[in-house]
């Protein structure tokens, strides 16, 4: 995988000393990714450092929109890109929608016209009219490690199958977010 200066780091670096939630969007212009990765953004520093846990989100462009997308999207964790999408390829990342996707992420806040037109706006509109990767590919969320433990994977079906981040974050031993504007009732 490549960071957001360019430099080439190995895979299993990200998990290989301590766990991690590795979280593959199908593309930095693609509005249900967009939506997800500003949610993953208000998982706080302090949650994931007292779980011992990285979070780290992986897209298939150039490392040139990694610094442009967590700005976009608020997210100041950890960001890599497989321009190559070896990893995808590797972990059986499907390519295309599926068929009768009935799932619909708790994270996706815009309907899919609207969202797909900013989508196609803020590539139209981006430096070099750039596509940023394979618009069929579909991402996924693994947690692993320390070392070659696998604890969890999820392969989306379709752009909106993304697993709930709560989900996620219990599963890795982290705790969870309030991702609603609703105030939080507190039993006592």
Not at 50 to 75: D, M
Not at 121 to 140: E, L, S
């Amino acid at each position: 995988v490549v960071d957001g200066d360019g430099r080439s780091v190995p895979f299993q670096a990200l998990y290989g000393e301590r766990k991690a939630i590795v979280v593959f969007v199908r593309s930095f212009l693609c509005y249900t990714c967009k939506e997800y990765v500003e949610d993953l953004a208000k998982v706080p520093k302090a949650f994931l450092q007292e779980a011992n846990v990285r979070l780290i989100v992986i897209g298939q462009s150039s490392y040139h929109h990694i610094k442009p997308f967590c700005s976009l999207t608020g997210y100041t964790h950890e960001m890599y890109v497989d321009p190559q999408r070896e990893i995808y390829k590797t972990l059986g990342m499907k390519r295309g929608e599926g068929n009768n996707v009935s799932v619909w992420s708790p994270h996706v806040k815009s309907n899919t016209l609207l969202g797909s037109i900013r989508s196609i706006w803020r590539a139209m509109t981006g430096p070099a009219f750039d596509f940023q990767g394979d618009p069929a590919q579909q991402g996924g969320a693994l947690i692993l490690g320390p070392g070659n433990e696998i604890h969890f994977l999820h392969l989306d079906k379709s752009r909106l199958d993304h697993v709930p981040i709560n989900t996620v974050l219990q599963l890795a031993g982290v705790k969870t977010v309030n991702f609603t504007n609703q105030p939080q009732i507190i039993d006592i």
